[in-house]
């Protein structure tokens, strides 16, 4: 253990998920038994909570409902979509910064996020060096895209598969009801990489999920999608079940909504995909004398809880724990991965540091080799990746029926 004293600070970036909350859990409880640390807070809204110096005092909790968050979905603490410029175009936010961190003593800094966060975590903390000011900087992973570099997988994709994969299911069985013809379209999250997408296959190898499944990683070709639907319409009487991914573009780089219109931009520079699903559903009425529904599992794919993988949740949960324990041990500079190891057949995680440079702004996708059926479905490879991953149930309490959620105080600190 090192020998610094002061506070830890813990804030969040980018979607929520299932168990996004896990991880705070686990960095909140384990930052409280801590001797070196001195208090802990909760950045309200990520960076910007620290640029404003809003903080949530997490000494001021009780337990109970710090242990709530694991199985309480999405960000308690509110998440954001900020990001630092470079440094060498405007150092203003990064002066400020060190200054609240100057101010309250922070020497303890965690970042939960994906690639975007990373980087931000990434720059903090060499910023806070080449600054003199010693400060401990840990990266918590964090996305159902599953995109982060070099670790096996990410806290949130298990949890969000599992519901693609489940909700896949029923709608095979809504969509097979009738004896007349129907086209089902489902479009998935994912803009780059299409392992969230790709959980649809796990229905199909239950026998009830998806004829054809579009990743980004292969370009789309509307006529090959049009003969592609046309083929299963024949071999399965005018029934056609469909799963695609968000960021699926074609030849031109261009995704599906962006033929028919102008997106807009988030915060990271990043376009506002959606309408996929609907699009497609159009072009395929004008084709085929036939119902079709367009169908967008849209926010509520990463926040269902009520089908959280307890896998997930004990892996997201000892993710901040393993954050913090780094920390204080005199770790800085890394991000918490995961990396697989079977023992006798059976899944087991092994945590590893990951330095954070390697995980900045990089993206992991599926690999091609997965992606069979001239594009259009997931190989056994990518079942026996996932499947570990979608183990066991671990749902919040019931309260009245109801899911019990954390209920924190949420007090503010004085500035």
């Known amino acids: 253990m090192n020998n610094l004293k002061g506070a830890a600070i813990l804030g969040q970036s980018g979607g929520p998920t299932s168990v996004i909350n896990a991880s705070a859990a686990g960095v909140f409880i384990e930052a409280l038994k801590q001797p070196n640390i001195t208090h802990v807070y ?27 968050l694991k199985t309480t979905p999405s960000s308690e603490i509110g998440s954001v979509r900020h990001k630092l410029k470079p440094l060498d ?50 990266g918590v992973p964090k996305t159902i895209d599953n995109d982060l570099v070099i670790t096996d997988h990410c806290p949130g994709y298990a949890s969000a598969a599992k519901y693609v994969a489940t909700t896949m299911m029923e709608l095979y069985k809504d969509a097979s009801v009738y004896d007349t013809p129907m086209i089902t379209v489902v479009e998935v999250m ?18 009830l999920g998806p004829d054809l499944i579009y990743l980004p990683e292969i370009t789309f070709d509307l006529d090959k999608f049009y003969s592609d639907v046309e083929e299963v319409l024949k071999r399965r009487n005018g029934k056609c079940l469909i799963a695609v991914s968000e ?13 028919f219109a102008t997106l807009d931009k988030d915060s ?125 149930d671990c749902k919040a309490p019931l309260e009245d029926g109801l899911p019990r959620f954390a209920r924190l105080k949420k007090v503010l600190v004085n500035k």
């Open 42 to 68: 909760g950045a309200i809204h990520g960076i910007r909570g620290i640029l404003n110096e809003e903080f949530y005092d997490i000494n001021q909790e009780d337990l109970k409902e710090l242990e709530l």
């Open 89 to 138: 175009q405007d150092d203003s936010e990064y002066r400020r910064l060190l200054e609240v961190f100057k101010k309250y003593n922070i020497r303890y800094f965690f970042y939960n996020g994906g690639n975007d966060s990373m980087d931000t975590c990434n720059k903090i903390s060499k910023f806070f060096k080449d600054s003199g000011w010693e400060c401990f900087c840990m």
């Open 190 to 207: 994912g803009r780059n990489a299409g392992w969230l997408t790709a959980a649809s296959a796990l229905a199909s190898y239950k026998g």
């Open 247 to 259: 960021g699926v573009k074609d030849k031109d780089g261009h995704y599906i909504p962006e033929t």
């Open 268 to 392: 990271f520079g990043h376009s506002q995909l959606g309408g996929t699903a609907t699009i497609l559903a159009n072009e395929l009425k004008k084709r085929f004398n036939t119902k079709v529904r367009g169908i967008e599992f849209s926010l509520m794919q990463r926040c269902g809880q009520h089908l959280a993988s307890k896998v997930d949740v004990t892996e997201a949960y000892q993710a901040g724990v393993r954050a913090v324990k780094a920390a204080v041990s005199g770790k800085t500079d890394y991000m918490i991965g995961f990396k697989r190891e079977m023992k006798n057949g059976k899944y087991h995680c092994k945590y590893i540091l990951v330095p954070l440079h390697e995980v900045a702004n990089a993206e992991k996708k599926v690999p091609l080799e997965w992606i069979i059926n001239n594009g259009t479905m997931l190989s056994e490879e990518y079942v026996k990746y996932a499947l570990p991953l979608i183990q066991g």
